[in-house]
């Protein structure tokens, strides 16, 4: 059985980081892409980062410049390094792996930006 494990979330200032991981685990084969997505309170949850098996990435433009993804394949991990957060950033943050024809999702990760 697959699983995606989040970790890095938590309490941050306004202008500090965090870096997100997700790691999967279990018998998972040939992942593609993996994304980092958020949802806030009363909004829709958005699409943050892609990052491809070839290691192309896409970002929203609310975080581009500010927000790298980045994957250790050997690992099966994805990561979301967040600079220059804002309050605006803060949400439960949610890892998506793509592994065939399957769609794996983390539990969510809350990151809290607040002075």
């Known amino acids: 059985q697959v699983q995606l494990v989040e970790s890095g979330g938590g309490l941050v200032q306004p202008g500090g980081s965090l870096r997100l991981s997700c790691a999967a685990s279990g018998s998972i084969f040939s992942i593609t892409a993996m994304y980092w997505y958020r949802q806030a309170p009363g909004k829709q949850r958005e699409l943050v980062a892609t990052?491809?098996?070839?290691?192309?990435?896409n970002y929203a433009d609310s975080v581009k410049g500010r927000f790298t993804i980045s994957r250790d394949n050997a690992k099966d991990t994805v990561y979301l390094q967040m600079n220059n957060l804002k309050p605006a950033d803060a949400a439960v943050y949610y890892c998506r792996v793509v592994a065939g024809p399957y769609n794996y999702w983390g539990q969510g990760t809350q990151v809290t930006v607040s002075s």
């Open positions: 990052i491809t098996s070839g290691g192309s990435t």
